[in-house]
């Protein structure tokens, strides 16, 4: 496993390269794309050696053996995060923005409200409003550089409209691994205004070193009879395109109202999906994950580092995951002007902070799961676009 051997997925079909000027207005040909969220890195090779297997016995049929895949999902959880499953709490979606959707549809009605704590994965405000309900924002605050929770305001702001909220653990797009008292203060605020709570964990791996990531269910049995928990090898593994998500409901009830709504929807699991994640979650596919969290991390310390030399930028420090969060209020430029700067003159591909909800307005985020060169690149390419103001 060398992350440093760049990966060309120009032209091979990925959404990052191949349509970065569609969806960031890069259009040079040394542009940078650091959006959305896949890395450019192949998944291990116990992952690529299950897809090849299957791929050269060419049997594309129906397929069995869940159980087996249901008892890899328990395996990994009970391993890298001491949460004791059952298997037969797993449910399967194509990919966890699928589950929040069925979740909303399933446990809120149109006009109900949602509410999660902001800025945050821009995709939570899509479904909730393309879903007919109403977005509540729940801004957090800031403390010694990092995102905290802002627990003076939230009540005032709840309508008792909302039904459910929506927490990104650890959070994207600013890396937070919520602590266990943060995770203790969320669950009780469910209990306070009865909301049903969607923990969604797609991070919950890339974790960096010196920080232990805590399933919601772990840090908060007694709130299970309200809880959904997301999490998948998608992220982790690098595996987005095969959509497949793991949904774990411990409750019963909660859970046989989602298994009717997936039943309903038709919607079961591809074979690919569910083979390449089972060869994921392996002492192999382990091994994997700690040599790319150490990575991912080394990262994280050169983008901040040089960030810190451009004055009026800065860095939020990361916990977690490969999405670096800037903050560009510092220059005092509008938000039109320092994203046509990382466009137009660092052809840096990025995801405006706007989107993320309240408190994301001055933002970028930036994707540096890729090569060590390319983060040096993109960082030493900042400071030239900003260097009037060094
Ligand atoms: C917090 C969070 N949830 C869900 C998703 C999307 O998951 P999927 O690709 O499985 O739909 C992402 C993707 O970036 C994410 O960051």
Known sequence: MNFDTLFH??????????EAHIHTGVTAERSLPMWVADMDFQPPACVIDTARRITEAGDFGYFCRMEDFYASVAWWQENRHGWTIDPRWCLTTFGLGNAIAITLQTFSQPGDAVAFFTPVYHEFQMKTERNGRTARHL????????????WDRYDA????AEKILIISSPHNPAGRVWTRDELRSIADFCVKHDLLLISDEIHNDL???????IPMAVACPDILDRLIMMNSASKTFNLAGLRTGNVIIPDETLRRRFAHAIGALDISPNLYGVRMTQAAYSPEGAAWVDALCAYLAGNAAVMAEGIAQIPGLSFMPMESTYLAWIDFSGTGMAPGEFTARVRDDAHIGTSPGAPFGTGGETCLRFNIGTQRSRVIEAVERLQVAFRDLQ
Do not use: F, Q
């Open 9 to 18: 997925r120009k032209g091979l079909g990925g959404k990052k390269w191949d």
């Open 139 to 150: 801004p957090l605050a800031k403390e010694g550089g990092k995102y905290v929770l802002d």
């Open 157 to 160: 702001l709840m309508t008792g």
């Open 207 to 213: 974790v960096h070193p010196g920080h232990t990531h």
